[in-house]
């Protein structure tokens, strides 16, 4: 069985590289991130080449992403038996019409947001994909009257339980970073495309500097992935006053996750970084900023009163936005101070968090979903549906 993944981002490469160690007897190719390159997937784009956010921020990368596109089209006409695309409508829902003209199986895991924006996308998802994986479970009503021979719909759970883990105390954490045992981590995710690093790093690192004026005992870390490491050194080092270490998986395995769990408050970049840290379970406070266009063609499109994943799903703002304007260091800098010293407010979004996680359904989802794909792959269900 030949199949070939699509990824577009860091999150997407990571649940990729989960289902490939799950299905390790197929024959992999695709576009992929580190994480899918690292299991010996046959890369004909990388990721870094190819991910933005927002829409003017297309522009620079546009010709990559043609030429991508046109590789990966040449590839499904090399044997590609399954196509798995994840994520990434703009570049996925184009490839998977190309593979369904092909008659390549298609499988579509972490459907578009659809509820979020971009209903108008539902017919184009049914038409072209032979079985969607759904991550959340109210997805199903938006599908459910196209179910049927040539549409499959699966919701197996959120496949985050099984990947968020940590594996060091706070103390071995510290240690290994040479950080006083009396500092408090506050953590500052600026999230994993450049883009994003460029715009938001520089913010958090001033509200970092407002922060330590006033809570003399916090030390700021920021994970990073290896392909941004320049780009974040080059901004943390305008800012070497500040008692801040940036960490990579060369320094833990899961970083990130080390972290959210160690920070008694972060500052984390709008997407599914945010739903880890619901799951981890300690508070924070999510900053998106993109061009003015782009914000306000996206304004006009949404039709959700929220961005953040943890508070569509709790259905409350239990997490402060902070967007465009609003993501300023005064801003930031004023909301942490309260958290961190207003012990009832940090209480209520530890619970509300808990109460977000519990929505997510039960761990070994990427079980279930390797399962289904290889059943489907060979020709069998996949119309089963769990509400």
């Known amino acids: 069985m030949k199949a070939f993944i ?16 799950r299905l390790a007897d197929f024959e992999w190719v695709g576009i992929t991130g580190n994480n899918l390159e690292k299991l010996n997937v046959k890369s004909i784009e990388n990721i870094e080449n190819i991910s933005v956010v927002g829409l003017t921020e297309v522009l620079p990368k ?14 499904l006409d090399k044997g590609v038996d399954l196509l798995i695309v994840i994520d990434f409508p703009g570049f996925n829902l ?3 019409k190309e593979a369904k003209k092909k008659e390549i199986k298609t499988v579509y895991f972490i459907a578009p947001q659809v509820w979020a924006w971009g209903k108008g996308r539902i017919p184009k998802i049914v038409e072209n994909t ?66 994003e690093v460029k715009v938001l790093l520089p913010i958090l690192l001033e509200t970092a500097r407002l922060v330590s004026k006033v809570r003399k005992d916090l030390y700021f870390v920021i994970p990073a992935t290896e392909n941004q490491l320049n780009n974040v050194f080059n901004i943390v080092n305008q800012f070497s006053d500040l008692p801040v270490e940036v960490i990579t998986k060369k ?8 972290v959210m769990e160690k920070s008694i408050f972060s500052l984390i970049a709008s997407g599914t970084a945010t739903l880890e840290a619901s799951i981890i379970g300690n508070p924070f406070a999510l900053v998106y900023k993109v061009s003015p266009i782009t914000f306000w063609i996206g304004k006009r499109l949404v039709s959700v009163n929220y961005l953040g994943l943890p508070n569509i799903i709790y259905g409350n703002e239990i997490i402060k936005e902070f967007l465009q304007e609003d993501c300023n260091p ?17 209480k209520q979004i530890q619970q509300n968090l808990r109460t ?15 399962n ?5 792959a060979r020709g069998g269900g996949g119309n089963r549906t769990r509400a």
């Open 251 to 258: 320094d833990f395995k899961y970083p990130a996750y080390e």
């Open 94 to 96: 184009k490839l998977l």
């Open 330 to 346: 005064i801003k930031l800098a004023n909301y942490s101070l309260e958290v961190i010293s207003n012990q009832n407010l940090y």
């Open 130 to 195: 032979d079985l969607l994986i759904s991550i959340f479970p109210f997805e199903k009503r938006f599908y459910e009257k196209y179910i049927g021979e040539n549409f499959k719909f699966l919701y197996l759970g959120h496949p985050l339980l099984d990947i968020v883990k940590t594996e060091e105390t706070e103390e071995s954490f510290k240690c290994k970073l040479n950080i006083p045992k009396n500092k408090k981590i506050f953590g500052l995710l600026a999230g994993s495309r450049e883009s």
């Open 6 to 21: 699509s990824v577009g981002e860091v999150s997407g490469d990571m649940y990729g590289a989960e289902l490939v160690k």
């Open 356 to 370: 977000v996680k519990s929505k997510l359904g039960e761990k070994g989802t990427l079980d279930r979903v390797a």
């Open 62 to 75: 546009y010709k990559n992403i043609k030429k991508a596109f046109k590789r990966a089209v040449e590839e």
């Open 372 to 376: 289904a794909i290889r059943e489907f």
